[in-house]
């Protein structure tokens, strides 16, 4: 079963929403409470700070998580301090006497990024749909659709067919994070 806010549902589903505009706290408060159901939810993100895994106007599906679950590499949608939902990339996760934080990033923000607590986690991003075409974000897909498993792949690729030196350079500076 599963929540769509992006198009119109069948209205057979139990856990179903008609096509609705939703604006930031808001979408957070609907999302979270559908999570709390266990239902899926799909809706379109705004914004480019995940670019190019995920993209303004792209469709997003997202399950409920544990904070035992997160681990690094997850795209995990949540609220930051002040209240606003993001979707961003799990860099690192610390775990301390009481008190777990989520150390995230955007994958187009080159400096550092923001720590929050597990009590912020709304759910996991699993999927993204662009055009028509769903995408899995987890497992190996989701590494390759990282910049940085795109990045290691082109490396690979231009080892192994021995490219000379300044074209490799040429290449990774183009595709560094």
Wanted: net charge positive.
């Amino acid at each position: 079963m599963s929540w769509d806010l992006s198009q119109t549902p069948a209205p057979s589903s139990s856990c179903a929403a008609s096509e609705r505009q939703y604006g930031g706290d808001l979408l957070a408060d609907v999302v979270q409470q559908v999570m709390e159901t266990g239902c899926l939810v799909r809706f379109v993100v705004r914004g480019g700070s995940m670019y190019p895994c995920i993209r303004d106007g792209d469709t997003v599906e997202v399950i409920p998580v544990t904070p035992e679950q997160v681990r690094p590499g997850q795209i995990l949608f949540c609220r930051r301090h002040d209240g606003r939902p993001v979707a961003h990339r799990v860099v690192d996760v610390i775990r301390g006497a009481g008190d777990t934080r989520v150390f995230l990033r955007g994958d187009t923000t080159s400096g550092g990024g923001e720590s929050i607590p597990v009590t912020s986690i709304i759910g996991q991003v699993i999927a993204v749909k662009r055009q028509g075409k769903r995408c899995e974000l987890t497992g190996f897909r989701g590494w390759l659709w990282s910049r940085r498993g795109f990045r290691l792949l082109v490396q690979g690729w231009l080892r192994a067919r021995r490219c000379p030196v300044w074209l490799m350079e040429m290449a990774m500076s183009r595709l560094r994070p």
